[in-house]
């Protein structure tokens, strides 16, 4: 059973979904180095761009959006999600692990799955910031995207690293 949405949440979900798709995908596909015209670096963009998303992780209407975008952006990419650790992204993706809404459930642990897959030490991060405990929970949920989410970042946290 998925929750449902009032008109205002889709909307707002639908809106950070575009800018990801629209404005920080294509930014991650397409980063120089060099800065722009104006002086602004495309990496200066890019954390900016984190740190807004980072922020939508509190805010009760952009959650679920706000980590499908981390999930998107941080995927292979060691660059970023050593910035999503930097930034404080990763105690706030654990708190979304216990949110009413289980669509945010779902993309916080997809989130955290996929920042996982950097170096180990963004694994005891996510480890000592208690981020195992709620994962295992949520493997228990009634809710198959939950519980497949869950699951992929627990087995990214113990990849190749046996302490987790």
């Known amino acids: 059973m998925q929750l449902k ?3 205002e949440q889709s909307l707002i979900v639908s809106m950070v979904r575009r800018f990801v798709h629209e404005e920080i995908l294509p930014l991650e596909l397409s980063l120089d180095p060099d800065a722009d015209d104006e002086g602004i ?6 954390k900016n761009a984190l740190q807004l998303l980072i922020e939508l992780l509190g805010s009760g209407k952009a959650q ?4 499908y975008a ?3 952006l941080a995927q292979d990419n060691h660059a970023i999600q050593n910035e999503i650790s930097e930034l404080g992204g990763i105690p706030k993706l654990i708190s979304l692990l216990s949110v009413l809404s289980i ?3 779902a993309q916080a642990a997809a989130a955290l799955a996929a920042v996982a897959g950097g170096d180990s030490s963004i694994k005891n991060v996510i480890a000592k910031a ?3 405990r709620p994962l295992l929970v949520l493997v228990e949920s009634k809710y198959p995207s939950a519980q497949r989410n869950a699951a992929h970042a627990i087995a990214m946290l113990a990849l190749n ?3 987790n």
């Open 103 to 105: 669509d945010a459930q």
């Open 70 to 72: 981390i999930a998107k």
């Open 5 to 7: 949405m009032t008109e």
């Open 161 to 163: 690293h046996r302490g």
């Open 41 to 46: 670096a495309p990496a200066e963009v890019k």
């Open 64 to 67: 679920e959006a706000a980590a």
């Open 130 to 132: 208690g981020g195992i």
